[in-house]
């Protein structure tokens, strides 16, 4: 049983279309994250919420926008998809706390 | 603002070939340093939390430790099943819920 699952694991599209990234967790967590890693590997935290309230909103273009309609869902959405937004979308969740974070199998965002 | 720097880039060992990689940190106050290990295709997934200096924790042939600037994750008689790129994160007192990310270490052991 999936704890952290996101769809779809692949994702490929044109330039200026709009795509959205799906994520569950059923771990009874009240915090998730999306994170993207680049080429490099590098991963850094795009957006976090906290029982449906976003609380950390990074420096990300706002053609990315968040949803969280419950806890345990956290849905991405990207508008006008760019070239440089190619890169792997990863979901996660952790308890309230300095604690670790559960993640999803990642989404691979290939923009042509 | 917190910063992770995580040496080396990529590490080839034998197989039993004992060695540790490096997680170098800057932040306003450690609440958390973690460790986490990422096979391809795969998402991080969680190996340990150090909260202070001077603790250690162990798991199989893994062994994490904790100084005030840095943190090593000691690899003892690695085999092939342990190569994988691992990651390390922080997490500040003014950045409260937020892991700032290295670059990662890729392992690769040869049998």
């Known amino acids: 049983d999936t704890a952290v699952s996101q769809t779809p694991k692949y994702l490929v599209t044109q330039m200026g279309n709009d795509k959205s990234i799906k994520c569950e967790q059923n771990?009874?967590?009240?915090?998730m994250y999306w994170y993207k890693q680049d080429s490099k590997k590098f991963l850094k935290i795009m957006f976090s919420y906290n029982n449906k309230e976003l609380i950390i909103n990074e420096t990300v273009p706002n053609r990315f926008s968040p949803k969280s309609p419950d806890k345990a869902h956290l849905n991405l959405h990207i508008n006008s998809l760019e070239l440089g937004d190619s890169a792997v979308y990863f979901c996660?969740?952790?308890?309230?706390?300095?604690?670790?974070?559960?993640f999803g199998q990642g989404t691979r965002l290939t923009v042509v | 603002e917190d910063q992770v720097t995580q040496s080396p880039e990529a590490l080839r060992l034998q197989e039993g070939e004992s060695s540790s990689l490096n997680c170098s940190y800057t932040v306003s106050g450690l609440r958390g340093l973690f460790w986490y290990r990422q096979d391809p295709g795969k998402g991080p997934e969680f190996l340990f939390t150090l909260y202070s200096a001077g603790e250690e924790k162990e798991k199989e042939r893994l062994k994490a430790t904790l100084t005030k600037k840095e943190s090593f994750l000691h690899i003892t008689a690695p085999k092939p099943e342990d190569s994988a790129t691992y990651l390390c994160a922080v997490q500040g007192n003014a950045n409260a819920g937020k892991s700032t990310f290295g670059d990662g270490t890729t392992l690769t052991v040869k049998p």
């Open positions: 996660a969740s952790s308890q309230a706390g300095v604690t670790e974070a559960f």
């Open positions: 771990l009874g967590h009240d915090t």
